[in-house]
């Protein structure tokens, strides 16, 4: 009698922690399930928020690009004219006048 009490009473202690072992399983799937949901969103946002930023700074990008280009393009100039001048902006030659000469003439507007 006293063995069939104890052999009810460990089934049933079996029972019930083979559900609450069952219910913490499905909960556990759900986290999970949520947890990827949540990372899918993240990379959405993510691949949307780079877009953005993309978007808002190719503008800025190819000014730049077209900015080094023309420097590029004068640099070459520079090189190439035979001056002595290292800014490829200043008007003159780096030589001093000879004494007495006349001034040179004014820059040339750059607009």
């Not at 009473?9 to 609450?20: G, I, R, T, W």
């Not at 219910?23 to 691949?47: D, P």
């Not at 200043?90 to 003439?105: D, F, K, T, V």
């Amino acid at each position: 009698m006293v063995l069939q009490q104890h052999t009810a009473q460990l089934v049933d202690k079996y029972n019930h922690l083979s559900a609450e072992y069952a219910q913490l399983k499905a909960s556990h799937a759900q986290q999970r399930t949520e947890s990827e949901q949540i990372k899918a969103q993240i990379k959405v946002s993510q691949a949307q928020q780079k877009a953005e930023y993309e978007e808002q700074n190719a503008p800025y990008e190819q000014q730049k690009a077209a900015y080094d280009q023309l420097r590029e393009m004068v640099m070459n100039i520079a090189t190439h004219s035979g001056t002595c001048a290292p800014n490829p902006f200043w008007p003159y030659n780096h030589q001093p006048p000879p004494p007495g000469s006349p001034p040179p003439p004014p820059a040339p507007p750059l607009y």
